[in-house]
């Protein structure tokens, strides 16, 4: 080989390694950028875009769909009594209320309410009434008669009481009288469905579910243990749970639809009455049809109507729920160290029902407390325990002791005084309030021997004396119903 055929080898040699060299560069290069980039299909904002400038520096200003379609609405609102909770609770309870022209039962209703719950149970919950009268004076005068009866209530975030402000209304007068009803009706109906608009859109948020009742209803012992139990055994999805047969009574919904009904029903105030459109809500959402509970759990006890006084006793039928009542039924919380027997827990005693307490392993010592949330003035006293199922199920030894100044704990009393002992599985014991010497915190059934059967106590009667007792503990009585 000559030395200039040897030269040219050696340069194409040395240009094939140089192109190896800058290929495995140029490669290593563009895999670099791609990392650095992202995928392919994002774009780059485009810095001179004015839009884009626009959105950063007035973000505030500009149209946003979860923010201002999908969150609640910027209602005004007067607090009249309480204040929202610290933390989320469970279930909120909504309840719109007028003046009636005739018998009012909106106290009625908030009282039923609290004393068909647990102290668990009240713990999850906060009850919402919003005082739509287009006159401030009479909401006014209405929240101070809640406050009256349920300060204890309102100072522990369980009740709150709100209005808003007229003209924040849409117009209700001159609409189209759709189904031929009267301009009055038309108004009504009207003004109805922006209140529960108004009440729906301020539970936003509030709890994880919301509960509509009206204002002349009664309850069912732990109605909200029962709602909870319900929501976990349906794994079917839902918009709306009716919970009641009737109207706008005990219909359940999820906190993240309530934006979406109040736009809805304010979208349609003026074309029908609110019950139909709660139907066409559920409806709209896909849900084909009513999911009902049965029993009911919340009963129609109004006589007269909110519009214009009429005569409107609606009764709902699947209603189970029928105890006679005994006693006055203070607000109570139930504990005991007896070993308890399946579900018959202390409260069953606490909150009147179908069910009973029931223990087994009863010892000398054993004791059924009950500490109410107010101190009351007690005149008449009857417990009974066993039941003709099980008659022999009678607490066979035993006594009854009043307790002042709660513990620190709220599950007993500090100091108890002896009142009676029992008889043939019962107690009765009357003018009370002479051998304790006014008002009480704690009644407790204390065992006395060891007993072979079990222990049911089935109903516990208080009477209380209608004078209100002013002291330290106490701001007022739960009257006698």
Known sequence: MTRTKYYLLLQKMRRSQLWKVLSILFFGLGVTV??????????????????????????NHLFDVNRDALQKLDIPYKYL??????????????????????????????????????????????????LADTSYTD??????EIQKQFSLEISSSQLIVISSYNNAYPPLNGLKRNYNDSPERVRFRS??????????????????????????????????????????QNTSPWTTIAFSNLGYIGKLYRNEDLPKLARFLLLFYDEMPCDWLLDLFYKSKAQKDLIRYKPSLFQHIGKYSSFQGTHNRLIDKDFAEVVKTFGDQPLASCFTDIKVYKDNIPDNVCFQGPNFFWGIEIQPGNYFTMVFQKSINIKNISIVTGTPEHPHDVLQSGNVQVGKEKEKNQESCKTFTKIG??????????NIDQVTGGSIDCLKIQVSAPQANWLLIQKVGIWVRTETIHNDTSSHVVLAS
């Open 191 to 232: 003004k109805q469905n922006v209140d529960y608009a108004f009440l729906v859109n301020f539970c936003a948020n509030l709890t994880q579910y919301y509960l509509m009742l009206e204002d002349d209803v009664t309850c069912s012992s732990h109605f909200l243990t029962s709602i909870k139990k319900y929501i976990n």
């Open 34 to 59: 791609l990392l650095v980039r992202g995928p392919a299909d994002v774009e780059c904002p485009d810095l001179s875009d004015p839009y884009i400038i626009q959105r950063e520096v007035q973000d």
């Open 81 to 130: 009594l309480g204040s929202q909770p610290g933390t989320k609770r469970f279930l909120s309870i909504g309840i719109s209320s007028v003046k009636r022209k005739k018998e009012s039962y909106l106290l009625t209703t908030i009282q039923s309410i609290f004393s068909h719950c647990s102290q668990d149970e009240l713990n999850e919950l906060v009850v919402v009434i919003y």
């Open 421 to 430: 002992d029992f008889e043939n599985g019962n107690f009765i014991l009357d």
């Open 139 to 144: 909401n006014q005068n209405a929240a101070e």
